[in-house]
Nanobody, 115 residues
Framework: QVQLVESGGGLVQAGGSLRLSCADSRTTFSFSVMGWYRQAPGKQREMVALITTPRTTSYADFVKGRFTISRTYAENTVYLQMDSLAPEDTAVYYC?????????WGQGTQVTVSS
């Protein structure tokens, strides 16, 4: 059974960088889609970035040019490099992965950007 494990969140000052990682700790089968969503307090969960097989990427407009999504060769790990972070990027970031018609979520990792 899939278990997505995220790491890399934390507290950073505005203008700083963080790198999030997410891996499936239980299976080795590739996902067709991996990506990141985020949810800020009082707001709905929103897509941040997605990467498919082959490595086609899509980004929300609010992160274009600042965030970069990538996958490992084995394609069971996804990364989100976040640069030029701003206070409005503060949220819980969730890893998402899908294959064979099923979607899976990680437990979330907190990212806090101070001004």
């Amino acid at each position: 059974q899939v278990q997505l494990v995220e790491s890399g969140g934390g507290l950073v000052q505005a203008g700083g960088s963080l790198r999030l990682s997410c891996a499936d700790s239980r299976t080795t089968f590739s996902f067709s889609v991996m990506g990141w969503y985020r949810q800020a307090p009082g707001k709905q969960r929103e897509m941040v970035a997605l990467i498919t097989t082959p490595r086609t990427t899509s980004y929300a407009d609010f992160v274009k040019g600042r965030f970069t999504i990538s996958r490992t060769y084995a394609e069971n790990t996804v990364y989100l490099q976040m640069d030029s972070l701003a206070p409005e990027d503060t949220a819980v970031y969730y890893c998402y992965a899908a294959r064979s018609g099923s979607g899976y979520w990680g437990q979330g990792t907190q990212v806090t950007v101070s001004s």
